[in-house]
Structures are given as structure tokens and as C-alpha cells.
């Protein structure tokens, strides 16, 4: 069994978090060792607190693979975004542009149906391995942000017959990021209440650009949590729970979180 110490200050987008000695799945027989444990991605979604007491697990590089075979693309569980995004760009396959923007390995990208607007990941999946077993796409109820897939990702396959790369998608996607911040986030706070921008919320409660020692709101764009420095897990709590509060206070409206956090 392998374990790799990992800092998640370095680890995760938003560089916070403590140092975690994490376990690292080399097969899928591994799994049955690590029944209690919690797998982690590329921690582009995650707010893991400085000393967490959830065991976490992750996949090795054994996952981070590409196979085109019978027009089936096979993608392992751990493969980078940028990877994928590269090879259907190479293989002029379409509906994989917007994954340029969404910074992620596959399993991350599938449990979270990670996207933007109408392009999410579940449009284009045509099964997902999980550790009991291959399910369809029609079989897994994918939902905005939601996946109800509660079992570790192994590899997912997709239909490769879908031809026409688009650069002026690509184009759309890159513009669609200018109202981002580029300080250190972890994405979207929550998830847009259905009717409602999260953000707009933020934004009406008087939260946006609002700090609380080295974490804020973000000016640019309120549903983003910002690391201005050296900011803290409890610092970024704090705020979540201010707006979670006051939203609902104002509006009636209950925020839910898209960040996952570890605790
Ligand atoms: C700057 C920025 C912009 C972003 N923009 C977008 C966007 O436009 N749209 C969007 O949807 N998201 C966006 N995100 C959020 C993030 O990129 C996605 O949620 C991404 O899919 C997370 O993937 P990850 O591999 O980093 O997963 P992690 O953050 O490591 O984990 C996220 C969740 O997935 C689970 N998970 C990870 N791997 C597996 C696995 N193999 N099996 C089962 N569960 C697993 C974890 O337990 C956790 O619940 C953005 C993030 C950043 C930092």
C-alpha cells in the first residue's frame, strides 16, 4: 500500500489546506483496503481543512490514460482535462472544447457533471466505471452539478464518432472566463439557486469584494471565494456561513455549496 504526504495548500486551486498523508490507489483490487476513505481528484473543487480527520485517497498515474478503440474513447479515472481536451483537438472529436476551462481529472469532472452552461460532461458520456460495477449514461441521474455517483470513478467511455472540433467553442469558452478572478479559488462557490445567480445573491447581501483576514469575496465576480495570501480554512467558513445566512435571511433562498469540503 502507498501513501504520499500531500500539502493541500500546494495541492488544491484555492492553497488551502494542511499537509495529509494520502493514500494511492495503484489498482482498482486496492480499493477493499480503503474502505472508509474519501477519493480527491485534482482538487480543483475541495476546501480541505488544515487537519483533517477524513482519510483521503486518490488515483496513481496507473489511471491517467487515453484509448481510442472501435470509435470508444476509454479515459481513465485520474486523466488530467487538458489531456482530453488535447486528444479530441488531435482527433477533431467535438464536445469536449469547454473542458479547456474546467480545471479537473476526469473522475472530478464526471462526479461533480462539471461544465459550462449547456456543455456539461454527462452530454457527452456514454458509460462510467465505478467500483461496483459499469453503469450507462442513461442509468446515472445527472443533474445540474450533480451526479449522485457516490462511489469511486475508475474510467468512463465515450462515443468517439462525433466529428468537428470547434475553435470558435474554444473561443466562446475563453471569453466566457473574463469575469473570472485569477486569484487562487476553487470555482464557483455554490451552485446557481434554480431562478437565481448565486453570485447576484452575494452581491445583494452586500458580501461582494467582502473579506475576513486573506479570503474574500471576490469584486470581480461575488460567487467566488479568493485567497489574497496566506488565507485560512476557518477564514473561508466564516464567510460561506455569512452568506449562506444572509442570503437566506433576505431572499429565503438556501445556498447550496458546490465546493466540496473536507473536514
Ligand atoms: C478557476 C476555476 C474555474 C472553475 N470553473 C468551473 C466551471 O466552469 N464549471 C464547473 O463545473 N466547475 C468549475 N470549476 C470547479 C472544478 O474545476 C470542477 O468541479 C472539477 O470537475 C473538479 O475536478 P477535480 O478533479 O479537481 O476534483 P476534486 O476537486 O478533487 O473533487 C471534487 C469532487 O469530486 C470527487 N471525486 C474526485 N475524483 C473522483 C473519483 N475518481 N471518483 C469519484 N469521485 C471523485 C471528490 O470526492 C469531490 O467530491 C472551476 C474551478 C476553478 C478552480
Not at 488515483?59 to 487515453?66: A, E, G, R, T, V
Request: hydrophobic letters at 40%; glycine letters at 10%.
Amino acid at each position: 500500500m502507498k501513501f504520499e504526504q500531500i500539502n493541500f495548500a500546494k495541492q488544491t486551486s484555492i492553497r488551502i489546506g494542511g499537509i495529509v498523508n494520502v493514500a494511492i490507489i495503484e489498482s482498482a483490487d486496492e480499493f477493499k483496503n480503503f474502505n472508509n476513505y474519501k477519493i480527491i481528484g485534482g482538487g480543483n473543487n475541495l476546501l480541505v481543512s488544515e487537519n483533517p480527520e477524513t482519510k483521503l485517497m486518490m488515483l496513481s498515474k496507473n489511471f491517467d490514460y487515453i484509448y481510442l478503440e472501435n470509435n470508444i474513447l476509454r479515459v481513465g479515472g485520474a486523466t488530467p482535462n487538458g489531456k482530453i481536451f488535447n486528444f479530441a483537438k488531435k482527433n477533431n472529436l467535438t464536445g469536449f472544447e469547454f473542458l479547456q476551462n474546467i480545471p479537473s481529472r476526469l473522475g472530478g469532472l464526471i462526479k461533480m457533471n462539471a461544465g459550462m452552461k449547456n456543455y456539461e460532461i454527462a452530454n457527452i458520456i456514454h458509460s462510467v466505471s465505478t467500483l461496483s460495477g459499469k453503469k450507462n449514461r442513461a442509468d446515472i441521474n445527472f443533474k445540474y452539478r450533480f451526479s449522485g455517483i457516490d462511489e469511486p470513478i475508475i474510467e468512463a467511455e465515450f462515443i468517439a464518432n462525433n466529428f468537428g472540433f470547434s475553435h470558435e467553442l474554444v473561443e466562446l469558452f475563453k471569453n466566457m472566463r473574463s469575469n473570472q478572478p485569477k486569484e487562487p479559488s476553487a470555482g464557483s462557490l455554490f451552485k446557481n439557486p434554480e431562478g437565481y445567480s448565486a453570485g447576484k445573491l452575494i452581491d445583494e447581501v452586500g458580501l461582494k469584494g467582502f473579506r475576513i483576514g486573506d479570503m474574500a469575496w471576490s469584486n470581480i465576480h461575488a460567487n467566488f471565494l479568493i485567497n489574497l495570501g496566506g488565507g485560512k480554512f476557518h477564514e473561508a467558513i466564516e464567510l460561506i456561513n455569512l452568506a449562506e445566512t444572509r442570503v437566506f435571511d433576505k431572499f429565503g433562498v438556501k445556498l447550496t455549496r458546490e465546493v466540496c469540503i473536507v473536514l
